[in-house]
Nanobody, 120 residues
Framework: QVQLVESGGGLAQAGGSLRLSCAASGSIFTINTMGWYRQAPGKQRELVAHITSSGGTNYADSVKGRFTISRGNAKNTVYLQMNSLKPADTAVYYC??????????????WGQGTQVTVSS
């Protein structure tokens, strides 16, 4: 079993910053990508950012230049540094992991989510 635990959500003012963390644990696996998705009330879940095992990154257009995704030294953690926050960033943020177990894909795995609320 693979478990993902997010932390770091909370309340911020517009223009402020928050840093989200996600730690993966459980069965042996080879991580392909780790990323962050978000879902606002009444809206579809959308990709925010993801990072590959080789360090390549991808961001949603709405967060480019403001958010930075990174991997921890242990490579089982992923962070999302969110700067210049806007009220539109308000959502539940979910950690996501895609992996390989042997020659077979494993996952995707999801965390339970952490609430981010940005006030104007």
């Amino acid at each position: 079993q693979v478990q993902l635990v997010e932390s770091g959500g909370g309340l911020a003012q517009a223009g402020g910053s928050l840093r989200l963390s996600c730690a993966a644990s459980g069965s042996i696996f080879t991580i392909n990508t780790m990323g962050w998705y978000r879902q606002a009330p009444g809206k579809q879940r959308e990709l925010v950012a993801h990072i590959t095992s080789s360090g390549g990154t991808n961001y949603a257009d709405s967060v480019k230049g403001r958010f930075t995704i990174s991997r921890g030294n242990a490579k089982n953690t992923v962070y999302l540094q969110m700067n210049s926050l806007k009220p539109a960033d308000t959502a539940v943020y979910y950690c996501n992991l895609g992996a390989w177990r042997g020659y077979y894909p494993a996952g995707p795995y999801w965390g339970q989510g952490t609430q981010v609320t940005v006030s104007s």
